[in-house]
């Protein structure tokens, strides 16, 4: 092994505190060692013109640069011992900057110092092997999951950049919350009239494959080639033969709660979720059917049947995104409000659908208890939000949807009398804080400072709402018709879905992204992407601007039709190897599998952290060019003389 | 007789402490030059016998450093690992003899210059108060 050291000035930053050529002297006596040569600017171009030359002249097979650190020029070295014809991983670069000359003043200890580190360097790339990038073809197409705004938005993206995709949705149709939605904040567009075209769009494009009913049950598989396993439930009803016509529900006899309006009105055990459901047919809810026949026999097209199976179908794609948003903490946990116990204590979305003209009451106010008219509503903010008990974070969307309740309903009763219970109010967004300012003081709405502690029903009805006004410092009681808690939100995704998709999940259950601030799509695992609520609360434009994001990385990595990737993963001895399964447990990606009682590695899986090398018990797996071999001698390079 | 200094050694992790150590130079701080950093890929990649090479090789000290607990680490769980590893290693190294407080493990994230700086002056100070290792497994934990 011929070895080429560089050491780099960098004008004075390294010269003046570390002794280059004191650092030659010793590098020189380093076994290996062929030539040692400074230069005032090595990243420069005639700095990089002595690496090529010396390698073709001293018949260099490896190079050790000490300059600035790698995270900066790494790759200029690696391009130029390229240049000069050999493989960049013989490459070993190492800061005496960064880590030397500029934190450290006493000439002689930085460079000792640097002396070390360098020969920690030598020792290292001794061993080094040379490698090639690993090319795998890649799956163009893309699984998104969960059929809301933001997989909609996702899918409409990706398709219309040429990409197959196929939508999964658990429900019997797309829409996902922001369908039920009357109006949203703060333009008061009404949320069907935006979102039903787009629906409609996604189920009609021809690179869009829609499957409602259905879950993903596993996945296998890597970046580029995921094979994912898909189960669909029976709709039961034949979406081409539906015509609409609603025979069925009629003479359906089972009645139960209307998901769709939270409860506020029912629907029978055929139903259509909602007028708008796309795709526009008739469903049969499986758990609530008596199967008694009767809508078979008045269907005029034949289109039902009962029997219909569960399938399970398998599509290879190759990137995947989770879109699958959130729900309402459950209200019923909320104790002290007395959700559950009376009717007239609602949740967000249950006030929505009140709202909403094609909801249970078509847009009138009226108490779910006794039909009454309702004249004066209380508003509870934070309900579970920003909460120990709770949930500990702000669920961010409950300000702005709360102000616009109000505003909706004193238009609708405009002698009515609304008061808000809120902590702070958290209105940053474009047109948020005006829209606030105009329900405060166009309205005339009483918003109260502070944590409504106490919901009871009175002996005449009235809903007392008992708190405390932070703001004067007094007990307060507030009687009124209704009230609306404006319950926080908890990711939908289950634990289970998370694990098969062995993506890592914040606290509260939320996807983590790899970077909040510069990678807030992608997620640890490659090829995996997230937007939308499932990631974080956040409103709808929010869901849309992530999801586009998202789309923008799904089309970059699926348009090129091959990836590359690092080539210094884990590599394993089949000669040594036991077969003891450590790495297979403490993989972070399950990248090792035991096949014949071997340890192997999904090359695409596997990111080349070198934590199985550290847990193998018999040294058989091996992290490419950090080998333990290696560390060890680095270990003893950096210590020699000691 | 020349002034016994000790000698230490950081494994730290190219994500978190490394970027942390690289931001201490980009501003300027300074430390004792007594430590010599080894970057790797992960403070996961860090293997008791590593460790304890360093501690044959003449090392007073050695220090782990890696991203925070819990969702930091580039590789989801190499944090969680190493911590493991130095758990059981100290355990093992106090049986031996050796004062477990010569080994220690601290999350330091990309943007924590001023924690890398104070965790190496202080563990610094450590070693020195407990003094040269010398012939290994010779002192009371």
Redesign the interface.
């Known amino acids: 092994m011929r070895v080429g050291v560089f050491i780099c000035h960098c004008g004075r930053n390294i010269a003046d505190t570390v002794d280059i050529k004191k650092v030659i002297e010793d590098i020189l006596k380093q076994p290996h060692v062929v030539c040692a040569i400074d230069y005032v600017y090595l990243c420069a171009e005639p700095g990089q013109q002595i690496i090529v030359d010396s390698i073709r002249k001293e018949k260099l097979d490896a190079i050790v640069v000490a300059a600035c650190?790698p995270?900066l020029h790494y790759e200029t070295f690696a391009r130029a011992i390229e240049r000069g014809g050999l493989n960049r991983y013989m490459l070993e670069m190492v800061?005496i900057?960064?880590?030397?000359s500029?934190?450290?003043?006493?000439r002689v200890?930085?460079t000792?110092?640097a002396i070390?580190?360098i020969r920690?360097a030598i020792a290292k790339v001794l061993d080094n092997k040379a490698y090639e990038p690993i090319k795998s073809r890649v799956v163009k197409k893309c699984l998104v999951i969960g059929g809301g705004i933001a997989g909609i938005t996702v899918a409409l993206d990706v398709a219309n950049a040429g990409i197959p995709v196929v939508l999964i949705e658990k429900s019997p149709t797309i829409g996902g919350k922001m369908a039920m939605l009357s109006e949203t904040f703060p333009t008061l567009d009404c949320a069907q009239c935006i979102l039903t075209p787009k629906m409609a769009e996604v189920y009609k494009h021809p690179l869009i494959e829609v499957h409602t009913l259905s879950e993903v049950v596993d996945v296998s598989g890597h970046l580029g080639n995921f094979r994912v396993k898909i189960l669909k439930r029976p709709r039961k009803v034949k979406i081409e033969l539906c015509r609409l016509c609603g025979l069925c529900e009629r003479v359906c006899p089972v009645r139960v709660p209307r998901e769709f309006d939270r409860g506020l009105s029912e629907r029978k055990a055929i139903y259509l979720p909602f007028p708008q459901a796309i795709p526009t047919a008739y469903v049969v809810d499986e758990n609530n059917c008596t199967r008694c026949r009767l809508c078979l026999k008045v269907c005029p097209t034949g289109a039902i049947d009962l029997d219909e199976k569960s399938i399970v179908v398998e599509e290879e794609v190759g990137a995947i995104v989770i879109a699958t948003g959130y729900d309402l903490y459950p209200a019923e946990r909320l104790r002290e409000y007395g959700y559950g116990l009376y009717k007239d204590v609602v949740d967000s979305l249950q006030f929505e659908r009140m709202l909403s003209s094609t909801g249970p009451t078509e847009g009138t106010i009226i108490r779910p208890s006794d039909k009454r008219e309702v004249k004066r509503i209380t508003f509870i903010q934070c309900a579970g939000s920003r909460d120990e008990a709770h949930l500990k974070y702000c669920s961010k969307i409950c300000c702005m949807y709360t102000a616009k309740h109000a505003l909706l309903f004193k238009e609708r009763v405009p002698d009515g009398e609304v008061t808000i219970f809120y902590i702070d109010i958290r209105a940053a967004g474009k047109g948020y804080e005006e829209f606030i300012k105009r329900v405060q003081e166009e309205y005339m709405i009483n918003y109260v400072r502070g944590k409504a502690s106490k919901v009871y029903q009175d002996v005449d009805g009235d809903m007392v709402v008992i708190g405390f006004d932070t703001l004067t410092g007094e007990r307060i009681e507030v009687r009124s018709d209704l009230v609306v808690l404006a319950v926080g939100i908890i990711p939908q995704m289950s634990r289970e879905l998370a694990s098969k998709l062995r993506v890592?999940l914040?606290?509260y259950g939320f996807v983590?992204e790899i970077h909040p601030k510069l990678r807030p799509v992608e997620l640890?695992i490659p090829g995996i992407f997230v937007c939308g609520t499932a990631h974080a609360p956040k409103d709808i434009s929010e869901s849309v601007m992530q999801a586009s994001a998202t789309a923008a990385k799904v089309v970059n990595l699926l348009s090129k039709g091959e990836i590359t990737k690092e080539p210094i993963i884990a590599e394993v001895d089949e000669n040594i190897c036991s077969g003891c399964r450590v790495c297979v447990t403490?993989c972070?990606?399950g990248a090792i599998e035991i096949i014949d009682d071997k340890a192997k590695v999904n090359e695409m899986l596997c990111?080349?952290?070198?934590?199985c090398?550290?847990?193998c018990p018999v040294d058989a797996i091996k992290?490419r060019n950090?080998k333990?071999e290696q560390?060890?001698n680095?270990?003893?390079a950096?210590?020699?003389g000691? | 007789m020349v002034e016994w200094k000790p000698r230490i050694v950081a494994f730290l992790c190219r994500w978190c402490a490394g970027s942390a150590a690289e931001l201490a130079g980009i501003s300027r701080l300074s430390y004792p030059a007594e430590i010599i950093p080894i970057i790797l890929p992960c403070s996961g990649r860090v293997s008791p016998r590593l460790i304890i090479e360093a501690f044959l090789n003449g090392a007073d000290g050695v220090l782990i450093g890696g991203c925070h607990t819990p969702n930091d680490c580039h590789y989801i769980s190499g944090n969680f690992k190493a911590f493991k590893r130095v758990y059981l290693l100290k355990k093992l190294l106090s049986q031996l003899g050796m004062n477990p407080m010569r080994l220690r493990i601290e999350w330091i994230s990309a943007t924590e210059a001023q924690k890398l700086v104070r965790v190496v002056e202080e563990f610094l100070n450590e070693v020195e108060n407990l003094g040269p290792l010398g012939g290994i497994f010779h002192e009371k934990a």
Do not use: F, N
Request: negative net charge; hydrophobic residues 35%; charged residues 30%.
């Open positions: 650190t995270t800061s900057r960064e880590l030397v500029w934190v450290h003043k006493d200890e930085a000792d110092k070390r580190i920690g890592p914040d606290e983590q640890s403490t972070p990606y990111e080349g952290c070198g934590i090398e550290a847990s992290l950090w333990e560390l060890m680095v270990v003893r950096v210590l020699g000691r």
